[in-house]
């Protein structure tokens, strides 16, 4: 029988190059579609998505639309800046295809996060939090809205919503090390220690981690 860690044939087995598993790529096919509301939020959401290398993505060259049904899908291509792998990113643009009006939805989601941060920076935590429940009212997986309105109710003592915002920034961009250290900085508060470690030690590995696009 041949050792843990080896073949039949003596030679060691390759080991895992995904050094974040926790990685879920997204998008891969029509019947996971991420669905937007506007070609911008679609732009952002490819941008926050990571390759399993833990590389950034950028667009590719290919992009094709398909109508399935009442859907229409828009088919991009993304490349990792890591490790060159192209993959496909199918997005539900249904909401938006057609509608001219969807780029002005989008600035004005971006026009609330600009007001909201503002007055968080003036420390009035309460009057900028209805600005980030809009924002992800009416777009959820606009992920940095959700780490503010984390950081709001933190200041507000509204530790369950602040716990909510965290997860779900997390969701949405699991490779943000600022989205991980926030929710560790809530867990040591309410003494979960264990869990807020772990979320440190993710935060500190990401990091660590300098994407060949950004050296």
Aim: hydrophobic share 40%.
């Amino acid at each position: 029988m041949p050792e843990r860690g080896q073949t039949a044939r003596g030679r060691a087995e390759p080991r895992a190059t995904t050094p974040f598993p926790m990685v879920v790529e997204r998008g891969l096919s029509p019947g996971d579609a991420i669905a937007v509301t506007s070609f911008p939020q679609q732009l952002l959401t490819l941008r926050v998505q990571r390759c399993p290398c833990g590389g950034r993505l950028s667009l590719g060259p290919d992009q094709r639309l398909e109508a399935q049904g009442a859907r229409t899908l828009e088919r991009m291509e993304a490349r990792c800046a890591r490790c060159e792998r192209m993959r496909p990113m199918w997005f539900d643009i249904s909401a938006y295809h057609d509608d001219p009006a969807a780029h002005g939805r989008f600035d004005e989601l971006v026009q609330l996060l600009r007001e909201g941060v503002a007055l968080m920076d003036q420390g009035a935590f309460a009057a900028a939090r209805p600005r980030f429940e809009e924002i992800v009212a009416r777009e959820p997986s606009f992920a940095p809205a959700w780490a503010k309105l984390g950081i709001c109710a933190v200041a507000t003592d509204n530790l369950p919503l602040a716990r909510r915002a965290f997860t779900t920034a997390i969701g949405l961009c699991p490779m943000e090390a600022t989205h991980h250290m926030l929710m560790s900085r809530l867990l040591e508060r309410v003494g979960e220690t264990d869990r807020a470690r772990w979320h440190r030690e993710v935060a500190e590995a990401l990091d660590a981690l300098v994407d060949d696009d950004e050296a």
